[in-house]
């Protein structure tokens, strides 16, 4: 099926925020912006968009497609860590802790980081498993695991 353009850029229109948000919560090398990963997963979901055949959600297809995107671009670029987003307005005490959450949450191996930040998403059990490819157990255990681990290290630091 060839991809209709129109359909495309309203699909991008609805999910550009969940697209951002994984392309912000990897850390790539310092040559990378969190622009250039948004503008390669939008070339990866045009190259499949045509491919999509809807078992899923377009939500839960779109999450698969940027999180593998950005886990391509991490065993490319090394993973070699740069520093968060700046935040949009004037520091507080919650923008260190989110800050310090953030690092957090990305330096949680694969794929407890992909769960997390799914779980953040509003991602059920089932749409986290079809776009992780794991069971839904195996996604509940993950995702209490690593909860149970960031609360340990939010609380230390």
């Known amino acids: 099926?060839?991809?209709?353009?129109?359909?495309?850029?309203?699909?991008?229109?609805?999910?550009?925020?969940?697209?951002?948000?994984?392309?912000?919560?990897?850390?790539?090398?310092?040559?990378?912006?969190?622009?250039?990963?948004?503008?390669?997963?939008?070339?990866?979901?045009?190259?499949?968009?045509?491919?999509?055949?809807?078992?899923?959600?377009?939500?839960?297809?779109v999450y698969r497609v940027a999180t593998n995107t950005m886990l391509s671009l991490v065993r490319k670029t090394g993973n070699q860590p740069t520093a968060p987003p700046p935040p949009q307005r004037e520091p507080s005490y919650r923008d260190d802790d989110y800050r310090d959450l953030v690092e957090m949450i990305a330096a949680?191996?694969?794929?407890?980081?992909?769960?997390?930040?799914?779980?953040?998403?509003?991602?059920?059990y089932a749409e986290t498993a079809k776009a992780t490819g794991l069971s839904v157990g195996a996604v509940s255990m993950r995702l209490t695991r690593a909860l149970r681990k960031l609360r340990k290290q939010y609380k230390q630091s």
């Open 1 to 61: 099926m060839e991809p209709d353009e129109r359909t495309f850029n309203e699909l991008i229109h609805r999910q550009r925020d969940i697209i951002w948000r994984v392309c912000c919560t990897y850390r790539l090398s310092a040559a990378w912006t969190t622009e250039d990963a948004f503008h390669e997963v939008l070339c990866a979901l045009w190259q499949g968009y045509g491919g999509f055949d809807r078992r899923s959600s377009e939500r839960t297809w």
């Open 108 to 124: 949680l191996p694969e794929p407890d980081h992909t769960i997390v930040m799914a779980h953040l998403e509003g991602f059920s």
